[in-house]
């Protein structure tokens, strides 16, 4: 068994303990099933992933134990459309009220209703993440009379569930009912139940619009349960046995509180075990980045880091945890992390727990996730593609002198991610132009001291063309001028010499005072193009 296996190495492990336990005795012998919950209401914001990624890597945990298990994910489609977000035509406001299954697609969109065209991406997105779950859209769920029996008995059990609500209210009410029609003409959930008869489920309701009809609900497929009630009916259906839930949902009279009780009291279930999870934030999202409004997205995520570094985020935080996904330069440093982690694994000097985060970050249950064969750093291939402008010969050509690298597709996907990164999230007056020609007028104006770094520059660069190399190169010619050896430890003034060397060679060869790291830039630059912008 290796530290990956172990049952004590990390919060996932010692939650699928928990849960095969649980369902051991809730259970004996059935599939285990794990539930998460996703509303198509919108862009589905990149935060609302640790919905679906905590239950995902615990029931990965239990198949990789060998037990069958069942990821349900929810999608709410069947709940009422409640805004119109910004950027879609103000007349959507129509549709107020409406399933989200039911209200048309944003125009331009290719899916038939507003519900699927924002499946559709999330969908992608967790497949590229490898998450395995089964969606049930509650649309279809409600409209085929699968839940009849539990609505029925909800619609029987009102008081109790009632007085359950009113453990958290002061005010009594009259006249409750657990479950909203929607209207038959209108479409709209503006109804109001007026009478209900247990015996013929004869139900009546008005609508605001003007309509009003009697149903009768043991045939009636169209309304559902109100959201306190319809989440512990699916516990108790489904037979959830672990189902995180955000922050938001365990004030007191919360969903999940308030659930506990009735699942128990009404439909004779019991609760899932549910940590909450704390918030995950985003850092640094450019605006221009994302076609969909401000929302950023697990794909927008997926277009600038590879799918096991952000499967990696989720694994190596507890629930518990809040913890924030970069879009800025941030990012950069994080993939300095996740290389740093990998040699570690590869050396066999990881720790246990950081060894399951990666084991759970670059593969499943059913098998290892897409790897870049030749992962050369994000932060160099950012600089590549920023120097180059994505030029495809010029990248080859760095990328064969950086690490003999014969072809692009040994540094893909994440070249591709890096050059993602610099177009949509690097700022225009942040990005690196090369000169085009000398700045004579600089040139001109060296004293003897720095012709004479340039010219140990260019005498030692073909010597020295590699990212070692040319660090030591470019560390190296202050230390010479000021009579040191180059493995010697610099002094104050040599570092005040080097900074003020950097700042020379980057305004020669960008016109700036900073750039990317200088070892990158030069070999991005190209020899032949160095020589000739600093005046050799
Ligand atoms: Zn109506």
Redesign the pocket.
Known sequence: MSAADSTEADWVSRFADEVISEAERRAPGKPIVCASGLSPSGPIHLGNLREVMTPHLVADEIRRRGHACVHLLSWDDYDRFRRVPAGVDPSWAEHIGKPLSSVPAPPGSPYGSWAEHFKAPMEAALAELGVEYRGISQTEQYTSGAYREQILLAMRERERIDAVLARYRSQQREGYFPYKPY?E??E?D?TTVTAYDDDSTELAYT???G?GETVRLAEHDRGKLVWKVDWPMRWAYEGVVFEPSGVDHHSPGSAWIVGGQIVGEVFGGEQPIGPMYAFVGITGMAKMSSSKGDVPTPADALEIMEAPVLRWLYARRKPSQSFKIAFDQEIQRLYDEWDALGRKVAGGEAQPAELAAHGRAVRTAAGPLPVTPRPVAYRTLASIADVTTGDAAQILRILGDVDAIGSLEEARPRLDRAQRWIDTQVPAEQRTRVREAPDAELLDSLGEAEREALAMLVDGLDAHWSLDGLTTLVYGVPKRQAGLDPDAKPTPEVKAAQRAFFALLYRLLVGRDTGPRLPTLLMAVGADRVRKLVGA
């Open positions: 209207c003409l209108c709209r503006l609508c605001e619009c309509f």
